[in-house]
């Protein structure tokens, strides 16, 4: 391996631009080459991080050679540039979620990767948030008991799917939907949460009565083969102060998880895990000092709930265990593409700044994750349960 990995990004809108300039301040990476459609874009680009521009990837890779390539085309755009540069024999590959939006595209990627040895990685980034940290932390280490029931809404302000890419945003948007767009995300966290749990039945419905040229919502229920049920819902037709509103919860047998991710009007942002009565104290502090070591930096609380509403209890009292985090944390967009730099670099899919927080997202979880999405979309369209098993 060079001293600096030479790389190129194909794709620079929002989160292409956004990739070229955090490889371009790494210090093990050089980009050398980026290309874009937009003959502006890619010469405004590559004159600020002193690289080669192109309007023809094909043309990139006949005169570069690289080591890394992020691609960050739009969703439904992922199959041509990336099959490019995995015969273009560049070893290593990021790109950009969801890992296509239709499954000939998902199985013709996966299959390619396969052929090829590629090293793949898809940029699921709330896999490097903190809180979704700890948030598997908790339930991998069985501190709610046996998962048995889960919901996560995860909403867009309208102006997402009207104008978000500027005059490109109606053709964007409808290559992707609110499923591949934002419930890709979600069946991600959910996979990587609750592994090796996968899911087996979907049922789903869909609206498209608000924008018309991509459905305004998606609402689904997923059902895992441990007998886990999750409810998952992603709409971008709500008139609402927030871009984003994001919200998960889970109920164990002995604990709930409460999780408001990127919270709507009135809601403060944070992350409480209820945990199981069977754990002591001594435990408690060891798992906030082991999640502080994941960079997840959680509070410890004793507590004694007095649950009420108005003038009604109903019981309680019993001193209870819990883990909390209030306010803003740390993450982003480019979160998982120093993880995925230091696999490179290391030659490993668990580089020492990823040990103990599962794997890094590849061709396998992008290509599930596809499948899993192409079932909520098809189950919608006939009215029907889809199976996975």
Not at 188 to 203: G, K, S
Not at 318 to 327: D, F, P, Q, S, V
Request: proline share 5%; no cysteine; glycine share 8%.
């Amino acid at each position: 391996m060079p001293n600096k990995l030479k790389a190129g990004v194909i794709g620079l809108g929002i989160l292409g631009q956004q990739h070229a300039e955090f490889l371009s301040n790494h210090p093990t990476v050089d980009v050398v080459a980026v290309s874009d459609l937009r003959q502006s874009a890619a010469e405004q680009v590559a004159a600020k991080l002193g690289a080669a521009a192109f309007t023809n990837y094909d043309e990139m890779f006949k005169q570069h050679q690289f080591d890394f390539v992020v691609v960050a085309t739009p969703d439904h755009l992922h199959r041509a540039p990336t099959l490019a540069a995995i015969a273009a024999g560049v070893p290593n590959i990021l790109q950009e979620k969801p890992l296509a939006t239709s499954l000939a595209d998902a199985d013709a990627i996966y299959n390619a990767v396969e052929r090829a040895g590629t090293r793949f990685f898809i940029d699921f980034a709330n896999r490097a948030v903190p809180t979704d940290i700890a948030t598997r932390y908790v339930i991998q280490n069985g501190l709610l008991g046996r998962m048995v029931y889960g919901e996560a809404r995860l909403d867009d302000n309208i102006s997402v799917p009207t104008q978000m890419w500027g005059a490109r945003t109606k053709d964007f948007a409808a290559g992707s939907s609110t499923a591949h767009f934002l419930l890709s995300h979600v069946v991600d966290l959910l996979r990587w949460y609750f592994a090796p749990a996968e899911v087996t039945d979907v049922y789903a419905i869909s609206q498209q009565t608000v924008l018309g040229y991509t459905p305004d919502l998606y609402d689904a229920f997923l059902t895992f083969n441990s007998g886990l049920k999750v409810r998952v819902k992603a709409e971008w037709i709500k008139h609402m102060d927030q871009l984003v509103e994001f919200y998960l919860g889970f109920s164990g047998s002995e604990g709930t998880l409460i999780y408001n991710k990127a919270p709507g009007f009135g809601v403060e942002r944070g992350w409480r895990a209820n945990l199981s009565a069977k754990l002591s104290a001594d435990a408690l502090l060891q798992h906030q000092a082991t999640l502080l070591e994941l960079g997840a930096n959680v509070a410890a609380k004793v507590h004694r709930p007095a649950p009420t509403a108005g003038t009604l209890a109903a019981g309680g009292g019993e001193t209870a265990l819990a883990l909390e985090h209030t306010g803003e944390v740390a993450g982003g967009t480019m979160a998982l593409v120093g993880p995925i730099i230091d696999s490179i670099l290391e030659s490993t899919p668990t580089p020492a700044s990823w040990q103990q927080r599962g794997p890094l997202p590849n061709h396998i979880d992008g290509l599930r994750q596809a499948q899993i999405v192409m079932a909520i979309i098809e189950s919608s369209q006939t009215g029907q349960p889809v199976s996975l098993k």
